[in-house]
């Protein structure tokens, strides 16, 4: 309990050492060792252990008149030895920044424009845009756009999304899912074609076809339905450098937010924790309170660009099943014209 | 479960360790559940939980300890673990456990009456075949839930205080999708009942669901620009909902909150009265003592815009030296005590909704909002949120639009609303708290669109 006080304070301690104008740190550090059994009439009898960690620090910089934050939460589906890899320092710091960032940011303007979303937690586009699409629970009951589009080209051929939930180590890995199947790789989308849902028992009935590993749910007070794991769009063929020089005017949301999407539509929208604007090819100032909104099936198809510093970000997914860690992945993306909402 | 048998067992351990201030919180939740999919039964639920949180005062330190599991031996690890818990907190703790000795009010809140499975699994299918029958639009994806939830809790403390409150809710969901000319919409609706008020629920909700899935069929896009709006008084209380932490003290001691240092000051447009009101009339869920056990009472938090009072448990109230507002709350049996509103409502003004619709003129009214839990920052007020709604053209409502963001300050629009529509749209309870709020008119908003 002192060890992980101590790794808290000193996440907060370097965020307050970041600038003068942090003003409040608020961290916080989950530890869970979560167990399962589970047994069925098929005669399965089966078990696992899931232990995670994750920290959290929220940081708040003012200048006397305005007050801006910034966050930072990384997280693994591992013990203590995460911090080493993400340490209080880096995850102190990262808040701060972020927040001094926002600090001297004017308000994004509104319409729409090209943008390019960075890697990791950039990955909740797809996220939100498709990934719920793709559940059994929306298209098991017909409530999905991508209901009956295996075997088409639902995106831009530089897309490739796969949901891993074999990954070690990764903040949305498990061994079995929580109907007792083991979890595997999925290749979502291959080369912009439709290739697989994510189907849990009851959605594998329903649709007639084989369970894919993605049943999972907070706790047992929740029924088990068709879920994410660790669900990323994996590297493309362009370099990340090409991607912002491509760019004469539009946004480059350097670090998302959380979002939400309604299935049946596929209309989305999500915030930009910290944006700029980028003109003639170079990323200019910052701008604060974006939000990108739009509809799944465009923005797959309007994902032209494609880099190469594939890297993940930690979410919980909330849903019917409760609330459960997914990850979140891409490496830098560029959409060819999207809503920024803004003013 | 015999409650008195466990407390018996953590007073004798507490006592063997030399501790004299502490407090039990227990609570049991009851809930049972029938949905349907395309009119037929697809889900059906039942769960029994909660359970029992202890906190103690060791070495002028606060612990908490919490558990499920009801037995006597895990009550003694429980006291154990509160006060590692105690030993390892940093912060000594300046207010103690709460002792009592204020008057509460008379429970106005009418008494929970569950209904039986039988009810809700007949309510959730009758639910599932009208949202059907309204229309030959209605299409498969269409469900219905009836559920039924019950409350209780009990806080006992080593001031002699005692206090049970009961109660509990029943509820009805309907969502509805629908498909025309090839385009598919949903919405749902969602409303209490009780057995008697039955059959007129459910004709209400399929009509609400049915007909607003209905209206945003063929709905076009909105050219950016600033426009009048009124926004509607459910997306309202949720603006209001996610706004509210600001008017917590622990926010603005926290430096987390646009609102420090206004007490006393406009915070809002002169029209606009925000009240908490824990046993607000029509509610089924209220509480006369807060997750401290102090009495809880109706207070008027901006009053004819002006800020008059922070929300406060007793933790903030003597960091601010004020006296607590009896805002203490548990998002659940074993988290600790924060701040919440009960009933947290924006008063209704004085306009119909036409009204409404004719003084904002041409501009905007805005029935859905979405990704509040992103697109809207508590701590600076700025929001900017994927919205549907309709056009208002010469004080007439419109055609049906979509896929446009409204952005903004909250605590900005606070100030420049000029009209409130005169009826509360009040949201049923998540855990012990609701908001509601009237229609609003805000003039000059900013629209991204096509």
Known sequence: MNFKCELVRSACDAAYGYSDKIVQAAGNLITVDHTIQIANTEGLFTSDRHVRSRMAVNAIASNGTETQSGSCSPGRGMGLEVFEMFTPDYIGNEAARQAIVNLGASYCPAGQMPVAIESGFGGVIFHEACGHSLEATSVGTGCSQMCGKLGQKIANEKVTAIDDGTIAGAWGSVNIDDEGNPTQRNVLIENGILKSYMIDRLGSRRMGMPMTGNSRRESYRYEPTSRMTNTFIDNGPDKNEDIIASMEYGLYARSMGGGSVNPLTGAFNFSVNEGYIVRNGKICEAVRGAALIGTGSEILQDIDMVGQNLATGQGMCGSSSGSVPTDVGQPLIRVSKITVGGR | ?450
Do not use: W
């Open chain 2, 1 to 450: 479960m015999n409650f008195e048998l466990l407390k018996d067992t953590l007073v004798s351990a507490l006592s063997q360790k030399g501790i004299d201030e502490y407090e039990i919180y227990y609570t049991s939740d009851s809930d049972n559940s029938v949905g349907t999919l395309n009119k037929e039964v697809n889900t059906f639920s039942s769960s029994e939980s909660g359970g029992l949180c202890l906190r103690l005062v060791r070495d002028g330190k606060m612990g908490y300890a919490s558990t499920e599991l009801m037995t006597e031996g895990e009550m003694r690890e429980l006291v154990e673990r509160a006060e590692q818990n105690a030993l390892a907190t940093e912060k000594p703790n300046t207010v103690g456990i709460y002792g009592g000795g204020e008057a509460y009010e008379e429970n106005r809140i009418p008494e929970f009456i569950p209904v039986s499975t039988a009810t809700l699994r007949a309510a959730a299918i009758k639910s599932g075949e009208r949202l059907f029958a309204k229309s030959e639009k209605v299409q498969l994806g269409t469900e219905s839930q009836a559920v039924s939830s019950g409350f209780d809790i009990r806080i006992v403390n080593s001031h002699g205080l005692d206090l049970v409150c009961s109660c509990g809710i029943n509820a009805l969901v309907g969502s509805a999708v629908v498909m025309d000319n090839g385009e598919m919409q949903a919405d749902y609706a969602l409303k209490e009942f009780s057995e008697d008020n039955l059959d007129g629920v459910i004709d209400a909700l399929a009509t609400e669901a049915v007909d607003d899935a209905l209206a945003k069929i063929g709905a076009g896009l909105v050219p950016s620009g600033k426009y009048n709006i009124v926004i509607s008084g459910k997306q309202m209380r949720s603006l209001l909902s996610v706004f509210s932490s600001a008017f917590s003290a622990k926010a603005v001691i926290d430096g987390m909150s646009p609102l420090v240092g206004k007490i006393g000051e406009a915070v809002a447009s002169d029209i606009v009265t925000i009240t908490d009101d824990p046993q607000r009339e029509g509610s089924s869920i209220g509480l006369t003592f807060d997750a401290e056990g102090v009495p809880t009472h109706r207070r008027e938090v901006v009053a004819s815009g002006v800020l008059n009072t922070f929300l406060h448990n007793r933790e903030t109230a003597k960091q601010m030296g004020t006296k607590t507002t009896a805002n203490a709350s548990k998002a659940s049996y074993s988290s600790p005590i924060g701040v919440r509103p009960h009933s947290f409502c924006i008063e209704a003004g004085d306009k119909t909704r036409e009204e409404l619709l004719g003084l904002a003129g041409d501009g905007i009214y805005v029935t859905e909002i979405k990704g509040l839990h992103a697109g809207a920052n508590p701590i600076t007020g700025d929001f900017s949120l994927e919205s549907a709604g309709f056009m208002i053209r010469g004080g007439r409502l419109c055609e049906a639009v979509k896929s446009f963001t409204v952005a903004g300050n909250f605590f900005e629009l606070l100030k420049s609303i000029s009209a409130l529509g005169n009826v509360i749209e009040r949201g049923v309870q998540t855990g012990f708290t609701a908001f509601g709020s009237p229609d609003a008119l805000v003039p000059d908003l900013s629209v991204a669109g096509k």
